[in-house]
């Protein structure tokens, strides 16, 4: 059976793109973010790719940290949402997953523990994002729980940034010296930095740096791609034709006929749509690339199928892939087509499309 759509992932590009946060933060350790299916790559093969490479890995529920357990991935895990209920918890704890604590009722689940129970956990702070996390007035309250537990082994501070990857918004200046001030003269490590955070803000480098979306190869900053950072595509997103005709001039393509042909014309339907994470907004003129050269998206992206106008490739036949996104095609052109950005198109692929993983 012929694939109609295929997602493969380049395991050595991964490795390569962590040698690339290394040398941004040499001094930091990195919890790698393979939550979303390590951002749709596979949070398994990706975690294994990784695996005595990255310090710790980054997931944001519970269910996604059990898989990663149940495929023997030994490395440590931070559950980066932290828990909803006892059970939970003494999951995380039969798992050996870090929890991020955000709330105070949090921190009672974990109380409700026994004692000796020896738990993992990070605090989340809130230093300006208000998303999760403790107020900073709250840490001397904090600290004094933490502290009151030995049996606890307390990892340390995280928060996160809201505006990391705008480099003239002072936002992440005050973000990270307010978590500063929070922390200060506080045992424990400090980790704030994203991406785009390790990327631009040297003053995020801190103890851990918590990367996701470069680590799949895209950039985490507007107007730059992947390359422009040293950065290698991991994903490679293609379909295949399954059908070439021929039209006269005037030949409506497509649901709503909103793209006529301007001249007699071949055109082309790719196997793909917004079925398999193909995103529907993406417009006429939408770059795909068929026997190595670009051709033009037209007419609306239908569920499993879009349409392709082939003149630039008279050559075309049934059968030829056709990249929608990858090395030479940057995911961030047509997540910026698609009014969206990277990490949205990459973790939206579905389970119609067949992953292979190389490297
Ligand atoms: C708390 C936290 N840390 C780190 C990351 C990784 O972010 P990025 O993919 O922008 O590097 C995320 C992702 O959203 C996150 O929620």
Known sequence: MIPRVTATIDLAAIRHNLGVVRRNAPHSKVMAAIKADGYGHGAVPVARALEGQADAFAVAALE?????????????LALLEGILSLEEA???LRHAVQVVVHDHWQ????????H??????????????????FPLADVPRLWQRVAARPDWEFLGWITHLACADEPDNPATHEQ???????????PGARSIANSAGLIAWP????????????????SPLPGKIGADLGLKP???F????????DYPKGAAIGYGATWRCPEPMRVGVAAVGYADGYHRALPTGTPVVVRGRRVEMVGRVSMDMITLDLRAVPDACVGDPALLWGEGLPVEDIARRAGTIAYELLCGLTQRVRFMHAG
């Open 107 to 114: 921190l009672d689940i974990l109380e409700a523990l026994p």
């Open 176 to 186: 990270v010296q307010a978590f500063a001030r929070a922390v200060d003269g506080l």
């Open 234 to 236: 991991a994903m490679r």
């Open 238 to 245: 293609e379909s295949r034709l399954i059908a070439v005709r």
């Open 116 to 133: 000796g129970a020896r738990v993992s956990l990070w605090i989340k702070l809130d230093s300006g994002m208000h998303r999760l996390g």
């Open 203 to 218: 003053e995020a480098r801190t103890d851990w740096v918590r990367p996701g979306l470069m680590l799949y190869g895209a």
């Open 64 to 76: 996604e940290a059990l898989l990663l357990r149940e495929a023997r991935v030994q490395a440590p």
């Open 90 to 92: 003494r999951l995380c």
